[in-house]
């Protein structure tokens, strides 16, 4: 009686573990194939590679030994208001194209020449730079007051940090400065902060464009960033 019993029961037992252990194996073996979580991690290492190769790029061309002097010198003429070296490193033919933010319009930045500049901060007449970001009011400055309000609103000669064809500051508003002067050297005057409490966002940036004439590295744009709404 007891024989009877045992043997179904030791049947069912083993086709319960057959189950069981076939289950078990299909569902290690149907998770073999997935490779999302190498997928979702491979556009991250492309990024940090471009990243990489930025930096080795611009370590080969030795931009910073062939315009450090050069900037150094337009970004103390720009702090002490020093019109007549400004004029002397603005370019010749193209002049300097000022941008209030990241984003470069062609169309409405305006231009001073060289010449022009050479009278920047006597100039009282009121010129539209722009528009504000956020209320999109016109940005309607004279040249020393958009001095003061937008170009040179930290000590950026002395920065936390300066890049050379590398952008730091990175914000919301998309950046075409490498567009615009795909045949520049581009500097970066950065601040990282000023007020704990707002955790970064009150970053700012000075960018200084130069671009190549007659062996010559001439000043052609001035580039204001900081976040944006």
């Keep these: 009686m007891n024989k009877a019993i045992s043997t179904p029961i030791a049947i069912i037992i083993i086709v319960l573990l057959a189950i069981l252990v076939g289950g078990i194996t299909a569902w ?74 990241t984003y470069v319009i062609l169309e409405d930045d305006l231009v001073f020449s060289a010449d022009e500049l050479s009278n920047f901060f006597e100039d009282e007449n009121i010129y539209t730079w722009g528009t504000y970001d956020g209320s999109g009011f016109p940005i309607d400055l004279t040249p020393s007051e958009y001095y003061d309000k937008i170009i040179y609103t930290a000590d950026f000669l002395n920065a936390e940090q300066i890049s050379y064809n590398r952008i730091i500051g990175k914000g919301n508003t998309i950046n075409n400065t490498f567009e615009v002067y795909p045949d520049s050297i581009i500097v970066e005057y950065y601040f990282s902060g000023f007020d704990l409490n707002l955790e970064g966002f009150d970053w700012r940036s000075l960018r200084l464009v130069f671009e190549e004439k007659d062996n010559v590295w001439y000043l052609v744009g001035i580039i204001n960033d900081h976040w944006t709404i």
């Design 28 to 101: 290690q073996y149907g998770l073999f194939p997935e490779i999302s979580y190498q997928k979702i991690h491979f556009p991250k290492s492309e990024i940090i590679l471009e990243e990489l190769e930025d930096k080795t790029l611009e370590d080969k061309s030795n931009v910073k030994s062939i315009i450090e002097d050069r900037t150094i010198e337009t970004m103390t003429a720009i702090k002490d208001k020093d019109e007549e070296k400004l004029s002397s490193l603005a370019h010749p033919n193209k002049g300097v194209r000022f941008s209030p933010y």
